[in-house]
């Protein structure tokens, strides 16, 4: 169910509409910045794509670049750090403002300091909205509803970090230990 509707009622292009995806590796055409935000939404105005720019944390970059938002990004994003190319992502999901958010690895990517600018618009995105998100790095992870864990393709706990944490037998206190030991 979606907004109360049956799924298998609904037809693809609007199950589509619905659905907002952030990946790993996201999808980057090479056209400029202004564009790959603006795939997120049919007819999206300049203003609407800066300030999904904006909630993303991105506006600041493209704007100090020497082109802005008119700044290629090369095939597949090649231009932009990983960083940058999961923020200009974000970016596009704001835009599209979906009633449920899949985020794939995020910030796997990332490095610590990149990692919390992007946590801080992945929050205020996920705010609102079914988000499902899949994620290794816990930290990611720590202040969602509830926390699944898979382990050969079953879900083998489910809970909140507290809860979760709670269980120092637990997979998720197992998974948190091993982290920790290589930080």
Not at 13 to 23: D, E, F, N, P, T
Not at 100 to 110: F, G, Q
Not at 142 to 154: A, C, N, P, Y
Request: aromatic residues 4%; hydrophobic residues 40%.
């Amino acid at each position: 169910m979606i907004d109360g509707k049956d799924i298998r009622r609904l037809n693809l292009k609007s199950l589509r509409l619905k659905i907002g995806l952030v990946q790993q590796e996201p999808a980057f055409f090479a056209t400029s910045i202004m564009e790959n935000i603006a795939y997120g939404k049919d007819g999206a105005t300049e203003a609407e794509v800066i300030a999904a720019a904006t909630a993303a944390n991105v506006h600041t970059f493209i704007s100090g670049l020497p082109d802005g938002y008119k700044t290629p990004v090369g095939e597949r994003g090649v231009q932009l750090s990983g960083g940058q190319k999961q923020r200009i992502a974000i970016a596009r999901a704001v835009l599209k403002n979906p009633t449920i958010l899949l985020l794939d690895e995020a910030t796997s990517a990332l490095d610590a300091e990149s990692e919390c600018v992007l946590q801080e618009a992945l929050e205020r995105l996920m705010r609102g909205r079914t988000t499902v998100l899949v994620a290794h790095r816990l930290s990611t992870i720590r202040g969602v509803d509830s926390i699944g864990v898979v382990q050969d393709g079953r879900i083998v706990e489910q809970g909140s970090h507290g809860e979760l944490v709670s269980r120092p037998d637990g997979a998720y206190s197992r998974l948190l230990q091993l982290q920790q030991h290589r930080i």
